[in-house]
């Protein structure tokens, strides 16, 4: 083994959503970084869908817009088609998407990479990692090189022993296309990691000059289409529309007559598919009073003519996606660019790691994305991020950075994962978010630019954009709650139409903010000042002010959790010699070996009296 | 979960006992010391000093007990937060009286071992007291454990969790509507979800009802006996006593000039407490006499209003009357066996009136199913609600999740956003949730994925 004579600060294995993330924090951090990648040709390849956020996705790729990470901004630049998701919902629930050109994502996301100071790109496979007396040091690669690091972030993907399944016939590989990653598996076996096996899969990409867009539902972005990031001005790209097709019984039947050669039904595949996701085969034998499957048609680039239908995953053989898709509307001659296939992979149940997504078991070995049991391209990112973050701040000898439930999404998906484990591939809906009125996409910066800003994340410029964003929100707050609408200086029509015309002592704007039917457009009708703020400020300071009741009711939840929290439990803390605990509570605590008492309360099986039990006794061992 | 709210909890062992402790602790205590406790004989109450004076409902102005109490200032307490000791009659039943006025007052019931936690959270416990400490909530979860045990395989969790059924599945309509937008999932039938969460009200009420039966089964009622002298109250309450042999206890009550026995009447535990007459006197005992019957009027669960059936009703029925109004009462005309010349007053008709004559014997059997009946609605015996719910710790539970249920009815349909209501739905689960276990949010994406054809 050849040792590289340079010494990198962070080395990040995999350069997917979650290694991009996680390289740049680092990089941007101050720290020598080094990203390894099996094909350098497919940094940032959006292996799935061609596309970014999606309800509680969306909020995710804020979060990470507001510490500094980049994928926001990446979307941003090569989008081509942007829409937000539940318009007619509330604000807490209404979340951005956009269809990526996904040759241009990676590109760019590529030339970013590069542009960075602090940061350097090879290609190569990682078979293992170099670790002395549970301490990462480096990594080693299939071509003898061994690579030094202060630190070490995993974020393999579908990479570790991949295994592509199309039909009956299975090979191994990360990605269609790629190379699998054979040797790291057993190197984390040997470092005494519980291992296990996931699957996902992904439909064919069909050749779009082969189907008959005019008998399919056209649906269109919005216009003008809204940026992910706070960093983002307008959208300039030019915009390209989906289409809708649905399967019907004839789908169904070739489905159903195939089963046997399906690898899922016949038993080849053991590793745990997403249930949010299932493959149309799935589905149909799930739902068999189901008439038809939607399928959105995604277009994957503007210099392409391939095309993704969502939905229709399939690991059946290749004969009978022919059929399947040709069975569908518009599809009739449909020509198959790229088969359907299930791929599966290992990954480290994350109730091995800590809530800084470093290892239990490997001192700075970090974990990120699908090694951790999730899935999507935001999900990765968020947590590479955090691992970039958090690496950084280890090199640097500080505490990690460590977000609350109560303070993310990103807080959520880590404390889920930490605390809980998974078994099937993890993804995030908000309604893992207990404090989901709190965590919103419109307010993503007010709650973490500061925080990405204090750790260095955020650039000068956007924090002060930022800070004045904020100051104009506080002002106007304070504006509308002193101005006051007074009967005699109004129009008689405005009155009567909003029922104000026995109104004797007049109503401050923010009283009227709070009824449901008026909002600031009716506002603006009377007041000019309003009309001169930026449309986020009035937006913000409306959402403010209608939800306040629900607001307070979720922070006061949150308030009311904090301590337990903040209590921390020691690393080594003896369960077994601690008394008083039900010998079901005590295994639960000794596999999952929570770092908080507030991990331990959410522990399904761990009961307020436990907990109780542990608080004491970690008081009284500090107290030792 | 820590919380910086003001808990209580009764300190000592449940049942008789010399004296019963009711502890409070939290930003409230030294509020509610002031608003529910009359010091006899001096100002404002001082750290860690002893007071007597009286309990009162702030609310009715009743007196409930005479107590010793104590507030020990924040930090120098067990807690290091404010705490109030109220030192009462023991009994369960003035204890319990008195926890009730309190969390009335804004406290919320402790959790097992809570005051510990709170002194731990706060940093109060030492080296030294560690192990006792850990021993005393061990043997409170264990106590824990069993109830808990006991009510799993009970009526309780199956009804609970026939309620909970319903507001699962409405919650999963809702947030597979909120979160799946792509996935054409229709907007949830307001219809289906509105009549779910309706029915599962409507369940908690049934039980919430219950409990008083179930508590009224446990741990008895008390029925004062009131009426002018001479009437017949204590030939009644030999009578009622004699009838059944029932006797399970025969102590001396709590105040000097009230008997009190404890009869069994069709598997109730009745406290008969015969009072001192009222009538109008210059006998400074007897006025004493009728000080503490009054007094003990508003605390009885029920009144036997015994009038003389031989006689006009008069002044000193009039005196009772007034005294009674706005009790539960039972009207018994008592000397059947004579002509009935009294005419009871309008504002009496409304209560229900048993004809007895103590002498024959002539309708008991009447004045007890009366007063049964008075407190266990027919059949309820037979359908086992009574045993459902018993502790108040659940009764609170349930109380916060039809509290939380009222405001998601309030709410949904009315274009309030479905995730606002959904939270309202969340937190009804979270309460139900400290009886029977909780729903997790997987569980809720389990039945979202069970339900409905999810997947891109």
Not at chain 2, 13 to 26: A, N, Q, T, Y
Not at chain 2, 30 to 46: C, K, N, P, T, V
């Amino acid at each position: 083994m050849v040792v590289y004579e340079k010494k990198y600060d962070i080395i990040v294995v995999g350069a997917g959503h979650a290694g991009c993330e996680a390289a740049l924090a680092g990089a941007r951090l101050g720290c020598e970084t080094l990203l390894l990648s099996i094909n350098l040709d497919a940094i940032a390849l959006m292996s799935c869908n061609p596309s970014i956020g999606g309800l509680a996705k969306g909020h995710l790729v804020r979060e990470i817009d507001a510490l500094g990470g980049e994928m926001g901004k990446i979307i941003d630049a090569t989008g081509i088609q942007f829409r937000t998701l539940n318009t007619r919902k509330g604000p807490a629930v209404r979340a951005s998407r956009a269809q990526a050109d996904k040759q241009r994502y990676r590109l760019r996301m590529k030339q970013v990479l590069e542009l960075q100071d602090n940061l350097s790109m090879k290609q190569g496979e990682v078979t293992g990692l170099y670790v002395k007396e549970g301490v990462a040091l480096g990594v080693d690669t299939k071509v003898g090189v061994r690579f030094l690091g202060r630190t070490v972030i995993l974020t393999t993907g579908t990479f570790l022993r991949g295994l592509i399944h199309v039909g009956l016939t299975s090979y191994a590989g990360g990605r269609a296309g790629d190379l699998p990653a054979e040797s790291l598996s057993a190197s984390l076996l040997e470092q005494g990691f519980d291992v296990g096996r996931l699957k996902t899969g992904t439909p064919a990409r069909l050749d779009g000059r082969t189907i008959d867009f005019s008998r399919l539902e056209i649906q269109h972005g919005d216009n003008p289409p809204l940026p992910f990031s706070f960093s983002t001005d307008r959208i300039d790209r030019p915009q390209l529309p989906c289409h809708i097709a649905y399967t019907n019984e004839r789908t169904h039947d070739i489905i159903r007559a195939n089963l046997d050669r399906s690898p899922l039904y016949g038993g080849l595949i053991e590793g745990i598919g997403p249930r949010y996701c299932p493959s149309i085969e799935d589905k149909v034998v799930r739902f068999p009073d189901k008439e038809r499957h939607q399928s959105f048609l995604e277009p994957e680039g503007l210099d392409t003519v391939e095309i993704y239908p969502s939905g229709l995953s399939t690991s059946l053989p290749i004969d009978v996606q022919f059929a399947l898709y040709r069975s569908i509307e518009g599809l009739e001659s449909v020509e198959v660019m790229r088969p359907a296939y299930a791929i599966e992979y290992d990954y480290v149940d994350p109730i091995q790691i800590h809530s800084s997504l470093e290892t239990k078991r490997v001192c700075n070995l970090y974990h990120a994305g699908q090694i951790n049991g999730t899935s999507g391209y935001e999900e990765a990112a968020a947590q590479g991020l955090m691992a970039g973050i958090n690496a950084a701040l280890r090199t640097k000898g500080k505490a990690p950075l460590i977000l609350g439930r109560g303070d993310a999404y990103i807080g959520v998906l880590i404390d889920d994962l930490v605390t809980l484990g998974t078994r099937e591939p993890y993804r995030m809906f908000t309604s893992r978010a207990e404090f989901r009125l709190l965590l919103r996409e419109d307010n993503a910066d007010l709650r973490l630019r500061e925080k990405g800003h204090e750790i260095g994340l955020v650039r000068e410029e956007d924090f002060d954009r930022f800070c004045r964003k904020r100051q104009m929100i506080a002002d106007e707050l304070e504006r509308i709650r002193s101005t006051r609408l007074l009967p005699s200086g109004t129009d008689s029509s405005f009155l009567e139409e909003f029922g104000l015309v026995d109104l004797h002592n007049g109503l401050s704007y923010e009283q009227l903010l709070r009824r449901t039917e008026f909002t600031y457009q009716e506002l603006m009708r009377i007041d000019s000042t309003a009309a001169g703020l930026p449309h986020d400020v009035r937006e913000q300071v409306e959402i403010q002010v209608k939800y306040e009741g629900y607001i307070k009711r979720q922070l006061e939840q949150i308030e009311r959790s904090v301590r337990l929290e903040n209590s921390r439990i020691p690393e080594d803390f003896d369960y077994a010699a601690l008394a008083g605990l039900s010998s079901e509570v005590r295994e639960k605590l000794l596999r999952f070996r929570p770092d908080t008492l507030g991990q331990a309360s959410r522990i399904p099986g761990v009961t307020p009296a436990a907990v109780s039990i542990l608080a004491v006794a970690i008081k009284t061992g500090r107290a030792r | 979960m820590y919380r910086k709210d003001t808990i209580t909890a009764i300190a000592t062992p449940v049942g008789e006992g010399g004296i019963g402790i009711v502890r409070v602790s939290g930003v409230g205590a030294a509020e509610i010391a002031d608003r529910i406790f009359r010091a006899r004989g001096s100002g404002g109450l001082q750290s860690h000093r002893f007071y007597y004076g009286d309990i009162i409902d702030p609310s009715s102005g009743f007196l409930l007990d005479e107590a010793m109490v104590v507030i020990m200032l924040a930090p120098r307490s067990y807690t290091r937060e404010d705490v109030l000791e109220i030192q009462c009659h023991g009994g369960y039943l003035v204890v319990r009286k008195v926890l009730e006025l309190v969390l009335s007052q804004g406290a919320r019931l402790a959790e097992p071992g809570e005051f510990t936690k709170r002194a731990f959270l706060n940093g109060r416990i030492d080296l030294l007291q560690a192990e006792a400490v850990i021993e005393l909530i061990r043997s409170k979860t264990e106590a824990a454990l069993a109830i808990a045990q006991h009510q799993r395989e009970g009526v309780l969790s199956g009804r609970i969790a026939a309620a909970k059924e319903g507001l699962f599945k409405s919650l999963a309509l809702i947030e597979a509507y909120i979160d799946f937008p792509e996935d054409d999932i229709d907007l949830p039938d307001n219809c289906e979800i509105r009549s779910a969460v309706s029915e599962c009200f409507a369940r908690i009420d049934e039980l919430l009802d219950g409990f008083s039966e179930g508590r009224v089964l446990r741990e008895g009622v008390s029925v004062l006996i009131a009426g002018k002298p001479n009437v017949g109250k204590s030939s009644l309450l030999n009578t009622l006593l004699r009838e059944k042999r029932a006797i399970v206890t025969s102590v001396p009550g709590t105040t000097r000039d009230i008997i009190e026995e404890v009869v069994n009447i069709k598997g109730l535990p009745v406290t008969l407490l015969d009072t001192a007459g009222i009538r109008e006197t210059g006998d400074e005992v007897e006025q004493e006499g009728m000080r503490l019957t009054l007094e003990k009027i508003p605390l009885a669960d029920l009144i036997l209003f015994v009038v003389d059936g031989s006689m006009p009703f008069d002044d000193e029925d009039r005196l009772i009357k007034d005294a009674v109004s706005g009790c539960s009462v039972l009207l018994v005309v008592n000397k059947s066996d004579l002509p009935v010349v009294v005419e009871v007053p309008q504002e009496l008709a409304a209560n229900k009136t048993v004809r007895i004559s103590t002498k024959s014997g002539e309708g008991i059997d009447c004045l007890r199913e009366a007063l049964f009946a008075t407190f266990i609605r027919e059949g309820v015996l037979e359908g086992r609600d009574y045993a459902a719910l018993s502790q108040v710790r659940h009764r609170d539970a349930l109380e916060r999740a039809r509290g939380h249920l009222l405001s998601f009815l309030q709410g949904f349909g009315t274009g309030v956003g479905l995730e606002f209501v959904a939270l309202d739905l969340r937190e009804a689960l979270g309460a139900l949730g400290e009886v029977t276990g909780e729903t997790t949010p997987d569980a809720i994406l389990d039945e979202i994925f069970s339900r409905f054809c999810i997947g891109k």
